[in-house]
T-cell receptor, first 113, second 117 residues
Framework: SAVISQKPSRDICQRGTSLTIQCQVDSQVTMMFWYRQQPGQSLTLIATANQGSEATYESGFVIDKFPISRPNLTFSTLTVSNMSPEDSSIYLC??????????FGPGTRLTVL | AQSVAQPEDQVNVAEGNPLTVKCTYSVSGNPYLFWYVQYPNRGLQFLLKYITGDNLVKGSYGFEAEFNKSQTSFHLKKPSALVSDSALYFCAVRDMNYGGSQGNLIFGKGTKLSVKP
């Protein structure tokens, strides 16, 4: 099984600033996924990140707001830009080689004041 | 449209009693179904999955789920609940819009399980 870590685990940020969340996997994976879980809500896919290519964003999410990097097969970052209180959520990364192996990071709890 | 429904926002069970957390799905083709658990201030932990084979799937922490194709359901069950089972449970299904063996999961809205001593 893969072990996924995220940094930071939580942060409190001011409106208008940006935060970069890191996701590290202990094994090489082709696809990494970034989700948002707003308070009391289910998980919503933000984007899919493949190594060596541009991230693919879901409807309602754009690269300028959520730029993603995927420099290698074990690491990805998600930046939440120009934050507003509506961005307060838990952000989770997910990685896995196939549907038989689906693992989530512990999440980053973001509060925007 | 693909979807996952968890009709109960909250399920309350006494410790030692059996528990059921309901999930129904709507997808085309053969579904890949998953259950995850989220403890407070934690990420999602994989419990079990159905890909193919036996309709009764056994997973972590004594949980099991039964795939029922005719009822398009995948209810999570445990014969004897523990207080430590109290958490948020998510049902998910493979997003059929993604090809291949990897891709997105569509999640239900979650069911809060509360087990009282």
């Amino acid at each position: 099984s893969a072990v996924i870590s995220q940094k930071p685990s939580r942060d409190i940020c001011q409106r208008g600033t940006s935060l970069t969340i890191q996701c590290q996997v202990d094994s090489q994976v082709t696809m990494m996924f970034w989700y948002r879980q707003q308070p009391g809500q289910s998980l919503t896919l933000i984007a899919t990140a493949n190594q060596g290519s541009e991230a693919t964003y879901e409807s309602g999410f754009v690269i300028d707001k959520f730029p993603i990097s995927r420099p290698n097969l074990t690491f990805s970052t998600l930046t939440v830009s120009n934050m507003s209180p509506e961005d307060s959520s838990i952000y989770l990364c997910r990685a896995g080689g196939s549907y038989n192996e689906q693992f989530f990071g512990p999440g980053t709890r973001l509060t925007v004041l | 449209a693909q979807s996952v429904a968890q009709p109960e926002d909250q399920v309350n069970v006494a410790e030692g009693n059996p528990l059921t957390v309901k999930c129904t799905y709507s997808v085309s083709g053969n579904p890949y179904l998953f259950w995850y658990v989220q403890y407070p201030n934690r990420g999602l932990q994989f419990l079990l999955k159905y890909i193919t084979g036996d309709n009764l799937v056994k997973g972590s922490y004594g949980f099991e789920a039964e795939f029922n194709k005719s009822q398009t359901s995948f209810h999570l069950k445990k014969p004897s609940a523990l207080v430590s089972d109290s958490a948020l449970y998510f049902c998910a299904v493979r997003d059929m819009n993604y090809g291949g063996s990897q891709g997105n999961l569509i999640f239900g809205k979650g069911t809060k399980l509360s087990v009282k001593p």
